[in-house]
């Protein structure tokens, strides 16, 4: 792939103004046509065509191994695919014959391990990317940006002074200082232990929307996909399985693979007759699974209505335990093999040995073909 001089690239994207404050951003589109990349001759990314609008979140979400960090580095810059176009704001920075390296990108990085500069002071690590500004100025914006993230009084301190959440925050406030048009993440919340990760996603996920950044976060983690996207790529071995509205990927997953990435499931075997497939749970539809043919039936656990004795299919409760907010209750159920799983908050009336009615809520129930 052949590389563009210095004047071809000033001509593909247009040089930024000089900015004084880290307030706003101009956001733009970030699109990805028919990527195609590979290690060693092992495929990584095969044919993923994906566009996010300015001003959006998108959440890469998969595995470990299904491409999504490598489409996050594909679009930064520090990755040329085999094949494929990669524009941002419609202009095209990689192509067959096109490549704009990651400094003329305007787009923002920033990774899972902060990459701080431990010699450096936090206003230093913030103002390191602002070269176009003078240092008054750089050191205004700096500020502005640590004042935003709740770190101004940090910023004499040196990064080993502060806290992991301290430091992604840096991170956070360093990224969109020169106000990027595309801000993109890789993993920014898995070194933080579980009583931050929240509140610091919370955190982020405002100043997101304040600075209006087109952004792209790569996760592991279906809860945070959830929780901060405006869309979801749900990503396995580098195919682009769905692409829509967190509450479409929750809802209406595009295969059983992919509900099972989202929730544990109850899965009960049944053959779709009449439209329906019936189930000791219930008979619920069986969407577009054709009749006669098997189908799996699958029961999201807070789906799961356990009642009095009569209220649904015969069971017996065989173990609980706790799990926090919320119990996890096993039943074995009349007319099913294996045992059934329910997450409810009070588990009192529901001691092992204890018989009960089991249900299902169909807003919970999904069905596939076998």
Same mark, same amino acid.
């Given at each position: ?12 994207? %247009? ?7 880290? &307030?706003?951003?101009? +956001? ?8 195609? =990349? ?28 299904? #491409? ?18 990669? @524009? ?6 990689? !192509? ?18 902060? *990459?701080?500069? %431990? ?17 008054? /100025? +750089? ?14 009084? =940090? &910023? /004499?301190?040196?990064?080993? &002074?502060?806290?992991? #959440? ?13 106000? %990027? ?21 919370? /955190? ?54 992919? &509900? ?11 053959? +779709?007759?009449? !439209?329906?497939?019936? @189930?000791?749970?219930? @008979? ?8 006669? *043919? ?14 009095? %004795?009569?209220? !649904? ?35 009192? *009336? ?9 249900? *299902? ?10």
């Amino acid at each position: 792939m052949a590389s563009s001089s210095s004047s071809d690239v000033d001509s593909i994207v %247009p040089v930024r103004p000089r900015r004084g404050t880290a &307030a706003a951003t101009i +956001a733009a589109s970030l699109s990805f046509e028919n990527i195609i =990349h590979a290690y060693d001759g092992v495929p990584a990314i095969k044919d993923v065509s994906l566009t996010v609008e300015p001003g959006r979140i998108l959440c890469l979400l998969g595995p470990s191994g299904c #491409g999504k960090s490598t489409m996050l580095r594909i679009a930064a810059g520090l990755e040329q695919p085999l094949s494929g176009r990669v @524009t941002i704001g419609g202009v095209e920075v990689t !192509g067959p014959d096109r490549f704009v390296p990651p400094e003329r990108r305007g787009v923002g990085l920033m990774f899972q391990d902060y *990459a701080l500069f %431990p010699h450096m002071s936090i206003k230093a690590n913030v103002m390191f990317g602002l070269t176009s500004l003078d240092r008054r /100025e +750089a050191e205004r914006a700096a500020l502005a940006a640590l004042a935003r993230v709740g770190l101004e009084s =940090h &910023a /004499e301190d040196y990064p080993h &002074a502060l806290s992991g #959440g301290e430091q992604q925050r840096v991170a956070l406030a360093r990224a969109i200082v020169p106000r %990027p048009s595309v801000l993109l993440m890789d993993e920014p919340f898995s070194g933080l232990d579980s009583r931050l990760r929240d509140s610091v996603r919370d /955190e982020t996920l405002a100043v997101l929307r304040e600075s209006r950044a087109t952004a792209v976060i790569v996760t592991h983690d279906p809860e945070e996909a959830l929780r901060m996207a405006d869309h979801v790529a749900l990503m396995r071995k580098g195919r682009l399985v769905q692409f829509d509205t967190p509450e479409r990927v929750y809802s209406h997953p595009a295969d059983i693979k992919a &509900a099972r990435f989202f929730c544990e499931l109850n899965e009960i075997e049944a053959v +779709a007759r009449g !439209g329906r497939v019936e @189930t000791p749970l219930g @008979t619920f539809s069986a969407g577009a699974v054709p009749d006669g *043919a098997k189908a799996t039936v699958c029961i999201r656990l807070p789906g799961v209505l356990i009642g009095e %004795p009569g209220q !649904g299919a015969a069971a017996r409760v065989v173990r609980q335990r706790f799990l926090g907010v919320v119990w996890l209750v096993e039943l074995a159920v009349e007319g099913i093999d294996g045992l059934i799983s329910a997450r409810v908050r009070n588990p009192d *009336a529901l001691q092992p040995g204890k018989d009960v009615g089991v249900s *299902a809520d169909p807003r919970d129930v999904l069905v596939f073909a076998a």
